[in-house]
């Protein structure tokens, strides 16, 4: 569902993102982690539309994101790692806005945002202006939002900040879910026990580039740690 080929993103002498290559198949959790700088974000925002790369190209469901923007975005949920809310709007007000966004019909669409809504124990709110909720539920409702128009896939960018302990529990079943469901969802985290949770697959970004991939164990052994926690290696990794 998603494919990147040799992907650069340059500002001015200073390369973002350098020949990056991967692919996640319909219905895995991958996970794309690495420390502050490595490029993970250049690479979410490239992918939801928000940034061009200077080469290379990636694909959502087989369309190009920069030569077939909308149709790219259509198939895609997007929840940034500083999500804006319109603070005056309800709740409810938000989603049918992101429903016509997406030309999706809302009669259609508010059965599966009130589910959402009462998975994340924000039924009760879902009247209320935005700016009266509190951090964690803003940060639920964005990612309701990014699911309202029933997307294949899933960007997600630091999904837990703000997140309490149930939250974020509720947060990982909900991404199982709908893997299981056959949704793709591209995650980055620098909560490495989420990723470890969650990910069928996981690279390691450094520097833009990529520098290990595989399954969780996979990479403990190409480590030398199998018996080591994720974070160990990312450390191992990135930090050596």
Request: proline letters at 4%.
């Given at each position: 569902?998603?494919?990147?080929?040799?992907?650069?993103?340059?500002?001015?002498?200073?390369?973002a993102?350098?020949?990056?290559?991967?692919?996640?198949?319909?219905?895995?959790?991958?996970?794309?982690?690495?420390?502050?700088?490595?490029?993970?974000?250049?690479?979410?925002?490239?992918?939801?539309?928000?940034?061009?790369?200077?080469?290379g190209?990636?694909?959502?469901?087989?369309?190009?994101?920069?030569?077939?923007?909308?149709?790219?975005?259509?198939?895609?949920?997007?929840?940034?790692?500083?999500?804006?809310?319109?603070?005056?709007?309800?709740?409810?007000?938000?989603?049918?806005?992101?429903?016509?966004?997406?030309?999706?019909?809302?009669?259609?669409?508010?059965?599966?945002?009130?589910?959402?809504?009462?998975?994340?124990?924000?039924?009760?709110?879902?009247?209320?202006?935005?700016?009266?909720?509190?951090?964690?539920?803003?940060?639920?409702?964005?990612?309701?939002?990014?699911?309202?128009h029933?997307?294949?896939?899933?960007?997600?960018?630091?999904?837990?900040?703000?997140?309490?302990?149930?939250?974020?529990?509720?947060?990982?079943?909900?991404?199982?879910?709908?893997?299981?469901?056959?949704?793709?969802?591209?995650?980055?985290?620098?909560?490495?026990?989420?990723?470890?949770?969650?990910?069928?697959?996981?690279?390691?970004?450094?520097?833009?580039?990529?520098?290990?991939?595989?399954?969780?164990?996979?990479?403990?052994?190409?480590?030398?740690?199998?018996g080591?926690?994720?974070?160990d290696?990312?450390?191992?990794?990135?930090?050596?």
């Open positions: 569902m998603i494919e990147i080929l040799d992907l650069t993103k340059k500002y001015g002498d200073f390369t993102v350098d020949g990056l290559s991967l692919s996640v198949a319909k219905g895995e959790i991958f996970g794309f982690l690495g420390p502050n700088g490595a490029g993970k974000t250049t690479t979410i925002r490239i992918l939801a539309g928000l940034s061009l790369p200077t080469a190209v990636a694909r959502i469901g087989g369309i190009d994101v920069v030569a077939n923007p909308v149709a790219a975005k259509r198939l895609t949920g997007y929840v940034p790692d500083r999500p804006y809310l319109y603070e005056k709007l309800t709740g409810r007000e938000l989603l049918r806005f992101v429903a016509d966004l997406y030309s999706k019909d809302w009669r259609e669409c508010e059965p599966k945002a009130l589910e959402l809504l009462r998975y994340f124990e924000l039924a009760d709110w879902t009247d209320a202006r935005i700016e009266n909720l509190s951090h964690g539920m803003k940060q639920k409702l964005v990612i309701v939002s990014a699911l309202v029933d997307p294949t896939v899933l960007i997600v960018d630091e999904p837990m900040v703000g997140l309490d302990a149930l939250a974020q529990r509720q947060v990982k079943l909900l991404f199982r879910k709908l893997a299981d469901e056959g949704k793709t969802i591209f995650l980055t985290t620098h909560t490495l026990s989420v990723a470890e949770a969650v990910c069928d697959r996981i690279a390691i970004l450094k520097r833009g580039r990529i520098i290990a991939s595989g399954t969780t164990l996979e990479l403990k052994e190409a480590a030398g740690s199998p080591s926690a994720l974070e290696v990312f450390l191992e990794l990135t930090y050596e």
